[in-house]
């Protein structure tokens, strides 16, 4: 069974609205979860490390005050896309750190109109 | 450098027989990990295989295995006895023990099973 829940898996909103994410881990303790994004076709781009009790590490590029990461407890972190506009229209999907391998959600499609 | 390359955008191969996807990758580290993910047109990313940098023997996962050739830095993930469930993105992915447990991609490559 899944071991990292992600939710929503889909939603459609209007410009200027913020959508959270949230991750959650569910067989085990995750200290550190990371944030992808994907467009059509492509590869996973890290957006940012997410760390328990900590500030995310974003990487170079990614506006932090558009993506705000928060990872409150061990088994969830919840990325928030502050007043979406249709560029942030995208699949967004997370990873829990444990052993071998990287387990991932499923992803969630954020369609922005 | 790209970290993961998969030379191949899309690849198509007969139902039952094999096929191998090509991964390259570039790493100073001595210990680092290799995985193959699968991606199907749902979007979930759906881990396959892995081979650590020190294990000696190629990985094996059921009618996945990894070829792995350490000195010439590939782990090409060969897929016996195809199936039409086959078809989806698949990506390589290298972990290195010196990159905060950060995962690279590859761009991934595009299989097609014909019945």
């Known amino acids: 069974g899944a071991v990292v829940s992600q939710h929503p898996s889909r939603v459609i909103c209007k410009s200027g609205t913020s959508v959270k994410i949230e991750c959650r881990s569910l067989?085990?303790?995750?200290?550190?979860m990371f944030w992808y994004r994907q467009f059509p076709k492509k590869s996973l781009m890290l957006m940012a490390t997410s760390n328990e009790g900590s500030k995310a590490t974003y990487e170079q590029g990614v506006e932090k005050d558009k993506f705000l990461i928060n990872h409150a407890s061990l088994t969830l972190s919840t990325l928030t896309v502050t007043s979406a506009h249709p560029e942030d229209s995208s699949f967004y999907i997370c990873?829990?750190?444990?052993?071998?391998?990287?387990?991932f959600g499923d992803g969630t499609r954020l369609s922005i109109l | 450098a790209q970290k993961i390359t998969q030379t191949q955008p899309g690849m198509f191969v007969q139902e039952k027989e094999a096929v191998t996807l090509d991964c390259t990758y570039d790493t100073s580290d001595q210990s680092y990990g290799l995985f193959w993910y699968k991606q199907p047109s749902s979007g979930e990313m759906i881990f396959l295989i892995y081979q650590g940098s020190y294990d000696e023997q190629n990985a094996t996962e059921g009618r996945y295995s990894l070829n792995f050739q350490k000195a010439r830095k590939s782990a090409n993930l060969v897929i016996s006895a195809s199936q039409l469930g086959d078809s989806a993105m698949y990506f390589c992915a290298m972990r290195e023990d010196t990159n905060a447990g950060k995962s690279t991609f590859g761009d991934g490559t595009t299989l097609t099973v014909k019945p």
């Open positions: 990873s829990a750190s444990g052993d071998q391998p990287q387990h």
């Open positions: 067989d085990f303790q995750a200290t550190t």
